[in-house]
């Protein structure tokens, strides 16, 4: 399959073949089928923020034991992973920077 060019933007959750303003944090190039997976990764992300919003409405549950941050942790190490494996030299540079990596070696067969 042929990789298009895509900015994503991980703070909005947004995935753009299009620059838009602030859309372009990290520069992508990937297949439609890498792009749904991110997509996935991206929807788990913004999912586990919401039953982090719902749990931080019951105090007698401690933020340090809930399962939901530790998803969306997860989430965000997997979409920088996979931010790093498809990215730009920019990209690259900055997911390494994040110390969120399980590892650096870059993985073209995606």
């Known amino acids: 399959m042929t990789k298009k060019q895509y900015y994503v933007n991980l703070q909005s959750k947004e995935i753009s073949q299009i620059k838009y303003h602030n859309n372009a944090d990290f520069t992508i190039y990937a297949t439609d089928t890498e792009v749904m997976l991110l997509r996935k990764k991206l929807d788990s992300m913004h999912d586990a923020e919401m039953d982090t919003f ?5 105090p007698i549950m401690p933020y340090h034991r809930d399962e939901s941050n530790d998803r969306h942790d997860a989430s965000l190490a997997d979409a920088f992973q996979m931010i790093y494996d498809l990215g730009d030299e920019q990209a690259k540079e900055f997911a390494q920077q994040s110390g969120l990596l399980s590892h650096t070696e870059s993985n073209d067969n995606l």
């Not at 719902?54 to 019951?58: A, D, T, Y």
């Open 54 to 58: 719902w749990r931080s409405h019951v």
